[in-house]
């Protein structure tokens, strides 16, 4: 597959046949299905070695090895070993885990987490009743033991830390909730931010934002935070006309990608866009495969 947010990944699905998940998210894309904190059924790490090994040999040149799962990859029992496994293996090809961090607090996961040269962490609410509400989580697990556990490895964790908020209209895109999340983030150094919203149809029957109501929430968010848009089958057109003055104010408050421009700006702001980009006004600048454009006064300013 190719992601937008990474380069071209090789996925390994560590719960293929069924949902296995320590969540029953409002907005997943699989069926409902009650929460679980461990696998009843799983592949072993033999099998799947031999699978990535000749998926390696047909596809050299991938960037990312992700692992995922129908479900959440915490809960695969072998996952340390299949890291190790791994990158005994993968040569120049980076690791990536996507992982809903409700067992972060588990020394065991934290300590095979740090083994992934990057990680990607979800955390959809930091309140308890919204946390309980979006994620569903199964009994016991507890966001504020998750929030603490997300700072510590941003503290321990020398690969490519990346958050994701997945929002769903009515519940987290409040402002007391963006509030209390800007206020968490600002303590989790992090190479990327990325907010999405329903893409595809969830298991419940929620909705999503309108791509103006996630520009509008991640405005909310402080400035410095390395926060993008990532949530882009949502987008509908909501293209305006914007002066040279408001082309760069809004790219101060947010860097954007170019796709990310083409579904605000309407086609004379884009011509606009062009001319401040070849006057050296607007610069580009590389996020993890991905060309975002910002002022060129805000490159040195960018939080890291
Ligand atoms: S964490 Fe992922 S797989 Fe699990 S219920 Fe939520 S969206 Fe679905």
């Given at each position: 597959m190719n992601s937008r947010r990474f380069g071209t990944s090789l996925g390994i699905d560590l719960s293929p046949s069924i949902k296995q998940c320590n969540f029953d998210c409002?907005?997943?894309?699989?069926a409902p299905a009650y929460p679980v904190t461990s696998q009843t059924v799983h592949v072993g790490v033999d099998e799947i070695i031999e699978e990535l090994k000749a998926a390696l040999k047909v596809h050299p040149d991938i960037d990312d090895i992700t692992v995922t799962a129908n479900?959440?990859?915490?809960?695969?029992?072998e996952l340390d070993t299949l890291i190790e496994r791994i990158d005994a293996i993968k040569g120049e090809t980076k690791t990536l885990i996507l992982t809903n961090?409700?067992?972060?607090?588990d020394p065991d996961t934290f300590r095979t987490l740090l083994k992934f040269d990057q990680v990607k962490l979800s955390l959809d609410a930091v309140s308890p009743e919204v946390f309980k509400k979006i994620?569903?989580?199964?009994?016991?697990?507890d966001i504020a033991a998750i929030i603490e556990g997300i700072k510590a490895f941003s503290q321990q964790y020398k690969g490519d830390l990346y958050l994701e908020i997945l929002f769903v209209h009515g519940l987290n895109d409040t402002d007391d909730e963006i509030a209390a999340l800007n206020s968490v983030l600002r303590d989790i150094p992090c190479k990327r931010i990325d907010l999405g919203t329903i893409d595809r149809p969830p298991a419940y029957p929620v909705q999503g934002l309108s791509y103006s109501e996630l520009h509008a929430a991640a405005a909310?968010?402080?400035?410095?935070?390395?926060?993008?848009?990532?949530?882009?089958?949502?987008?509908?057109s909501c293209q305006s006309r914007y002066s040279d003055e408001e082309i760069v104010n809004t790219l101060d408050k947010r860097p954007l990608s170019m796709e990310d421009m083409e579904l605000l700006f309407d086609e004379a702001t884009i011509k606009r866009l062009q001319k401040l980009i070849e006057s050296g006004k607007i610069v580009s600048e590389n996020s993890s495969g991905i060309t975002f454009y910002l002022p060129a006064e805000n490159l040195h300013r960018k939080r890291q």
């Open positions: 409002l907005y997943c894309e699989l479900g959440e990859p915490t809960l695969y029992p961090s409700a067992t972060i607090d994620d569903r989580p199964a009994e016991g697990i909310k968010f402080d400035a410095d935070l390395p926060i993008h848009i990532a949530s882009r089958t949502h987008a509908e």
